[in-house]
């Protein structure tokens, strides 16, 4: 029978069989395990598709999905929350610019992944944390930032943020690394265009089976995207993962997260951050 929505005139009739067949299908598609309170955000994202399309059910979009393969991106989309901030967990940068003085000692360049960049803070971020650490706007590292959200990585290339999102950075920060906008673009700022270079942002699913990811990666950024997956699902990420990164390579993870299940895999080595089991 239908769910009770929080207010009368919804225009589509939702059902709890609605709610399950779009759980299976991200699951399938994309690895994410909805749960169920998240019933209500389910049918407020999904119901501006049926509109945008003009369709008048779910069980039409539900067809519409399986017949046009394109709307599957859409749908992921939609579906997935892409929560972030410049300096997000401020240890793992500080962590970031000590390892990166240590490795660059032993080889060249430094290699970076930010598996879930959403609008791209975290990219940026990395990508301010080695300029300062390493004192130059051509440091010797590279930096590959990705997403399942193609809509969040157009925001992420453009690297243009309204001013309060900037918040988090220093004075010396702001002026270094954003150029602040004026008439139509006055209360925003852009990332330099040397900062921007830095960062290579691709589109991931991190359920394909070839991520066109080469391994020697130095570090992993994968934070609070673990705990949208169930633990099998998480095991088999961490394991592949891991195998990318370079002996005493380091993984970061999300605050909420750990890997406690997966103790074959990978170490604590401080605040939410990890390296294989037995690296070096």
């Known amino acids: 029978m239908p769910i009770t929505l929080p207010a009368p005139g919804h225009e589509f009739l939702y ?22 309170n998240k019933q209500q955000l389910v049918y407020s994202r999904l119901s501006r598709r049926l509109r945008s399309l003009r369709l008048g059910s779910f069980a039409e979009y539900f067809a519409y999905l399986e017949q046009h393969d394109e709307e599957w ?26 390892f990166a ?64 999102r900037l918040e988090a950075l220093s004075a010396a920060q702001k002026r270094r690394f954003f150029l602040r906008g004026t008439g139509a673009n006055a209360g925003k700022a852009r990332v330099v265009a040397e900062l921007r270079q830095l960062v290579e942002f691709r589109q991931i699913n991190l359920l394909d089976a070839n991520w066109g990811i080469a391994g020697g990666l130095d570090a992993i950024f994968c934070r609070n995207v673990m705990i949208y ?52």
């Not at 859409?74 to 500080?94: D, G, P, S, Y």
């Not at 195998?243 to 406690?260: C, D, I, K, Q, Y």
Request: aromatic share 8%; hydrophobic share 35%; glycine share 8%.
């Open 15 to 36: 059902t709890r069989r609605d709610f399950l067949n779009v759980r299976e299908r991200l699951y399938r598609h994309a690895g994410i395990s909805l749960s169920e």
């Open 73 to 98: 991106q859409q749908f992921v989309n939609a579906l997935t929350t892409n929560l972030t901030a410049f300096f997000r967990e401020r240890h793992h940068f500080e962590h970031l610019a000590r």
């Open 101 to 164: 003085g240590e490795r660059l000692r032993d080889h060249s360049p430094l290699r970076v992944w930010s598996s879930a960049s959403s609008t791209g803070e975290e990219p940026y971020s990395i990508a301010m944390t080695l300029v300062d650490a390493l004192g130059s706007f051509n440091p010797p590292v590279q930096i590959l930032a990705s997403d399942i959200d193609t809509g969040v990585l157009g925001c992420a290339r453009q690297g243009i943020y309204p001013l309060e």
């Open 229 to 280: 997956f169930d633990k099998p699902t998480q095991t088999r990420l961490l394991e592949r993962m891991i195998g990318l990164l370079r002996p005493g390579g380091l993984l970061f993870a999300g605050h909420s997260e750990n890997f406690v299940h997966a103790s074959q895999l990978v170490r604590s080595i401080g605040r939410t951050t990890y390296q294989a089991a037995r690296s070096g």
